[in-house]
């Protein structure tokens, strides 16, 4: 808590942005950790080669907007938005409850002129970076195997920027009215259906009716069909719409988090 305390004031003292003192904590945090910083890129890369080109040489290719696609091809985008999901939420879920409830961090940080919504930006920038580093390690793993088909998957990782900054956003919010580490089983109950069908594994065509519609307003379809898009080098204006889906979500997580920061921390 000291090192918050003292990153403050000299950020303060330097008239430096408020919420890089959160970012700064954070990093010197996991700099004799950065092991436990990189779990989260593992999945999905062993999903990618246990699936996407183990059970791929099994499965015929799929037709994307016109391009013939094979199936870890297919895969591939898939995972690279769940990797920015599992990196914003790992910090802005599981990291925030353990600093709010336990550790007490943000009592320590709001002893010093830092504020609730320095707190919320802090932390969410924070996660997002570790969104971003799985992202694009994930990005030249893709690269590296042949599965990026055009130019445009130069956009891919900027757009998993914004499926971090939607899970960050929202994760943060709801940890905020969590009680027990109990609760984090309901993110759980969302995150892994959220991960099985959205269009992950296979095209959202194999839905019909209500249930596609579901599936297709769900935050992980949205940044799964942007960043597809982008890899195999055919954007539509649905890409359009999944982005200003995306920051909409993030920015609302972010301003409920930092409302929620200010009723728990300063009451």
Known sequence: ??????????????????????????????????????TGFAEPVL?????????????HGFAFHGHTVSYAAFVAPG????????????????????????????????????RP???????LTWSLLRASVYSLGFLGVMTGLGLVSSW????????????GFAFAGAGMALTTYMKSWQDFEYIQLAVVPMFLFSATFFPVTA???????VVEVTPLY?????????????PTAASAWSAV??????????????RRFERLLLR
């Open 152 to 163: 445009w998957a130069l956009l891919a990782w900027p757009a998993t920027w914004l499926v």
């Open 117 to 123: 919504v320095d707190i919320a930006w802090g932390e």
């Open 222 to 234: 949205r940044g799964v069909a942007l960043v597809r898009e982008l890899t195999v080098g055919a």
């Open 79 to 114: 995972m690279l938005a769940a990797s920015s999901m599992n990196g914003a939420l790992l910090d802005s879920t599981f990291g925030i409850f353990f600093k709010l409830r336990y550790d007490k961090v943000y009592d320590a940080a709001l002893a010093t002129p830092l």
């Open 1 to 38: 808590m000291s090192l918050v305390a003292s990153a403050a004031t000299r950020a303060v003292a330097s008239r430096g942005p408020g919420p890089w003192v959160m970012v700064s904590r954070n990093f010197v945090v996991y700099r004799k950790s950065w092991v436990v910083f990189l």
């Open 245 to 258: 889906y995306l920051v909409a979500m993030g920015a609302i997580g972010v301003w409920v988090a930092a």
């Open 47 to 59: 999903y990618l080669f246990s699936i996407g080109v183990g059970v791929g040489q099994l499965v």
């Open 207 to 213: 839905f019909h009716g209500a249930l596609r519609w």
